[in-house]
């Protein structure tokens, strides 16, 4: 027998070497401690997060009343040693190069926090309703936005203009690992939200599954006859672009190339594709839709997922979203709680994530059974869906249900268990969501798009032209009408 | 499901290549790899002839370029039967 263990043979491979499982740990970590508080410990509360300032002494706070006496510039040393500690262990696990992640790590963890500051600037950041506060009479008021925005633009310019030092960086440049925890720690924000809306949170889970499945049984086909009748595509290049195209981009894509046997050049290629069009979305879609779905914030959440493919840039884009349209309403007056939108878009490509391992089996049998049909070929192993299944969905469900658990439960120790949550989902989640912005821009090269010819029109095509508005109108059929809760 | 053969699978530029234990086998296809495994083990003398052989091939995920891993680890696992 083969003893290579970088086959994934049995149930549990890769649960120590791949990003995947490492996402599932970092994050059940912080959750895990987060609810010491049930029991009077804070043992989360010592992270910093930046405010809006005018006053650059007092640019970032700490989380917990706990923690208060802790100097801000000291918290963000105790942040940097415990997450620099945590990832570098998961590096020398997945056998990176951990010399080189632990100074990439400690150089794009300065990035974040300045852009993070910087983006917090009142001129940035403050709502119309804080300019007697900061004695301003001007700001692009962008809320946190404006930081994610830096961060992006940072990360693409180092990117695509010192490709030398992005080579360095790209060792600890993980966007995928970074917004699976950060999704992770969401799954808290959305327990504790169930506890005072959990009606709307399950109406939201059930609405984005139902959507999911609609959307996708209409984008698959429709990629893949463009691929194949417009641009002439061989089989094995149409049916991964649809893929990347209509499922969840960069995943989708490989799992499909593993279905139908294509050479990995196919999936890789697309790859390319997938993740540097995303850019174009994360920029465009969150002004767009702010100014055209201010009414349907849900929807436009919904949309969002179903359009921008891959975690990360998803994430992105319903972070973006959600900051410009809680911002939006909040210059008309009305008040409308963070994390609603984001939560809608993530929800979704929740769905979409788990879908992928089913649609790769379908696609496997029926490539196997009807396309390729060969002597000697047995079934399609069961395990495959397992093998592609998004580990990190598990640490979400987890962190997510332990809360409402706990409401269900022990609803005396609500108040206690929020203490730890909000370290968790508030300042540990932005924190991660910055290092994903950056991270994305360090490992986006525009130039490799070139030579990609016809796969990269007609990935074009499906993008721009097929999924944005079916995305939408199948949106507007499953959310139409759901407000944020708690809206005023 | 028992496997008599087990083979970590790997690409190279335009070849597959399948590894198993001291044998190594390439092809341009899977099937011309498939054919090639079978006249490998054929050739191996491991197995009594008309015995029926189970092979299970499993993608080297090592083979997918690092950054796209964190995305997607897994290519793809295949069990393929045929007679000595």
């Given amino acids: ?488 | 499901m028992r496997i008599d053969s087990e083979w970590c699978l790997s690409i190279s530029g335009r070849q597959w290549i399948a590894r198993e234990n001291g044998l190594s086998v390439s092809g341009m296809t899977l099937d011309e790899l498939e054919a090639n495994i079978k006249d490998a083990l054929m050739r191996s003398g491991r197995y009594a002839r008309k015995k029926t052989v189970t092979v299970f091939m499993g993608v080297d995920t090592k083979t997918l370029p690092a950054w796209i891993r964190p995305y997607q680890s897994h290519y793809f696992n295949r069990y393929i039967r045929f007679k000595m």
């Avoid at chain 1, 809360?403 to 609803?411: N, S």
């Fill in chain 1, 1 to 488: 027998m083969a003893n290579d263990r970088n086959l994934n043979r049995r149930w549990y491979s890769g649960m120590l070497t791949t990003e995947d499982w490492w996402s599932v740990w970092l994050g059940l970590l912080m959750v895990a401690l987060g609810l010491f508080s049930c029991f009077g410990i804070d043992l989360v509360g010592w992270i910093a997060e930046p405010k809006t300032w005018m006053d650059p002494a007092k640019g970032a706070v700490v989380s917990a009343e706990a923690y208060k006496g802790l100097h801000p510039i000291l918290s963000i040393i105790v942040t940097y040693v415990v997450f620099t500690a945590l990832t570098s262990i998961g590096a020398a696990a997945m056998k990176w190069d951990v010399k080189k992640y632990f100074w990439g790590f400690t150089i794009i963890f300065a990035i974040t926090w300045i852009v993070w500051y910087l983006g917090h600037n009142a001129y940035l950041a403050a709502m119309s309703t804080q300019y007697d506060k900061f004695g301003i009479s001007w700001s692009l008021s962008m809320g946190g936005g404006a930081s994610y925005l830096l961060a992006l633009g940072v990360g693409l310019i180092i990117g695509n203009f010192f490709k030398r030092f992005a080579g360095f960086l790209q060792e600890a440049a993980k966007p995928e690992w970074f917004i699976k925890v950060a999704i992770i720690y969401l799954g808290v924000k959305l327990g504790v939200k169930c506890m005072e809306a959990a009606g709307f949170a399950v109406e939201l889970a059930l609405t984005g599954a139902a959507a999911t499945i609609a959307a996708y049984l209409i984008f698959w086909p429709l990629s893949y006859t463009v691929g194949r009748k417009l641009f002439k595509l061989p089989r094995e290049w149409a049916a991964v672009l649809a893929s990347g195209v209509s499922i969840c981009g960069v995943s989708a894509a490989v799992a499909t190339g593993g279905s139908i046997r294509s050479r990995t050049i196919v999936p890789v290629m697309t790859a390319i594709m997938v993740v540097i069009f995303t850019i174009i979305f994360i920029v465009a879609l969150p002004p767009i839709y702010t100014a055209t779905l201010h009414d349907e914030p849900i929807v436009a959440g919904s949309a969002t997922g179903m359009t921008v493919k891959t975690d990360g840039a998803d994430a992105a884009t319903g972070a973006i979203l959600d900051e410009m349209m809680v911002a939006k309403a909040a210059e008309q007056g009305e008040t409308w709680e963070k994390g609603w939108i984001l939560s809608a878009s993530i929800m979704t490509k929740i769905w979409i994530d788990m879908f992928i391992g089913v649609w790769a089996f379908i696609l496997a049998i029926l490539w196997t059974t009807l396309v390729e049909k060969k002597p000697g070929q047995m079934k399609v192993p069961k395990s495959e869906i397992w093998f592609r299944f998004p580990k990190f969905v598990i640490g979400y469900l987890i962190a997510w249900f332990i809360y409402v658990g706990i409401a269900t439960l022990a609803p005396h120790i609500t108040d206690m268990a929020k203490i730890g949550a909000e370290s968790v989902e508030g300042p540990m989640r932005h924190l991660f969501f910055m290092l994903t912005f950056v991270a994305i821009g360090i490992i986006t090269d525009f130039s490799k798009l070139k030579g990609l010819g016809r796969p990269a029109l007609s990935y074009a095509v499906c993008q721009f032209i097929i999924v944005p508005p079916i995305a939408l109108i199948i949106a507007y059929i499953f959310h139409a009408g759901m407000m944020v809760p708690g809206a005023h």
